[in-house]
């Protein structure tokens, strides 16, 4: 059975960090990308920050660049997203994806590539 269990969120003063965590089972690891996603109260879903396991390359949307940090750790299957300097602007949902290696990073922030996706986590940054 194919998992993606997301985890990691809360709430947090505006400036704090959080880590997210996202789980995978039930297919090979490094054939995919794992994207994280997020989606605000009214807001489309976007795309956050997605990583390549097979090469560890990375992609960010520009409103996160240099706040957030994406990173995997192949033994555990797990990807992080580690969030810094969080703003009231990041509140949202979260979710992860994985993205089949035969599109990677360019196909990354379009959600009808990605073959199976994690339930959210809950992300609320307080002014």
């Known amino acids: 059975e194919v998992q993606l269990q997301a985890s990691g969120g809360g709430l947090v003063q505006a400036g704090g960090s959080l880590r997210l965590s996202c789980v995978a089972s039930g297919f090979i690891f490094d054939e995919y990308a794992i994207g994280w996603f997020r989606q605000a109260p009214g807001k489309e879903r976007e795309a956050v920050s997605c990583?390549?396991?097979?090469?560890?390359?990375?992609s960010y949307v520009d409103s996160v660049k240099g706040r957030f940090t994406i990173s995997s750790d192949n033994a555990k299957n797990t990807v992080y997203l580690q969030m810094n300097n969080l703003k009231p602007e990041d509140t949202a949902v979260y979710y992860c994806?994985?993205?089949?290696?035969?599109?990677?990073?360019?196909?990354?922030?379009?959600?009808?590539?990605?073959?199976?996706w994690g339930q959210g986590t809950q992300v609320t940054v307080s002014s």
């Open positions: 994806g994985a993205l089949p290696g035969r599109w990677g990073l360019p196909y990354s922030d379009y959600m009808y590539y990605y073959e199976y």
């Open positions: 990583i390549s396991i097979i090469d560890g390359s990375t």
